[in-house]
T-cell receptor, first 115, second 109 residues
């Protein structure tokens, strides 16, 4: 159980365009979803935390107007990278959990390359 | 400030035992997680400790000492597939995970 999917698994886009990444909890209702970014050989960097039906809480230094997060239901959250630039190229990973003290179940990640 | 320290890289031999240490400083504490991450993949959950002591799960065990702000992950009977990064993460009083940079474990035949 506790499967999280992400789509797409990889995407290449041109600079200036927008990209949407979907994160779904397939067999449980996620009260909270997290979006991370990971650069090569570095640890996970939390970008934002979102609860269903409310606005996401962004970490310091993360531009909320650039990284739009929508958590429309207990099983779906989306991250839209707007006006993408080459420096946005990274591995984006979502995770989902339920309850306060719960494991985070990670999606397989989305590798974004901006040319 | 909040901080997690773990070694950057470790090397061990197939069939041997390795211990990966993690020290943490957080505002409040609601448990310590270990995750395994293979290159190019997302992390997968290994263990969760909130009480002092050793939790054993097959070849993997995790230990916690809250008074010392210290945890370790013990891997026994190492296999080549155990080559991965191991991430230590402490949950603070706001139930937010504070992540370490990860320990890259290299297994040699």
């Amino acid at each position: 159980g506790a499967v999280v999917s992400q789509h797409p698994s990889w995407v290449i886009c041109k600079s200036g365009t927008s990209v949407k990444i979907e994160c779904r909890s397939l067999d449980f209702q996620a009260t909270t979803m997290f979006w991370y970014r990971q650069f090569p050989k570095q640890s996970l960097m939390l970008m934002a935390t979102s609860n269903e039906g409310s606005k996401a809480t962004y970490e310091q230094g993360v531009e909320k107007d650039k990284f739009l997060i929508n958590h429309a239901s207990l099983t779906l959250s989306t991250l839209t990278v707007t006006s993408a630039h080459p420096e946005d190229s990274s591995f984006y990973i979502c995770s989902a959990s339920w309850g306060e003290v719960g494991e985070q179940y990670f999606g397989p990640g989305t590798r974004l390359t901006v040319t | 400030g909040q901080n997690i320290d773990q070694p950057t890289e470790m090397t061990a031999t197939e069939g041997a035992i390795v211990q990966i240490n993690c020290t943490y400083q957080t505002s409040g504490f609601n448990g310590l997680f270990w995750y395994q991450q293979h290159a190019g993949e997302a992390p997968t959950f290994l263990s969760y400790n909130v009480l002092d002591g050793l939790e054993e799960k097959g070849r993997f065990s995790s230990f916690l000492s809250r008074s010392k702000g210290y945890s370790y992950l013990l891997l026994k009977e190492l296999q080549m597939k155990d080559s991965a990064s191991y991430l230590c993460a402490a949950m603070d009083s706001n139930y937010q995970l504070i992540w370490g940079a990860g320990t890259k474990l290299i297994i040699k035949p």
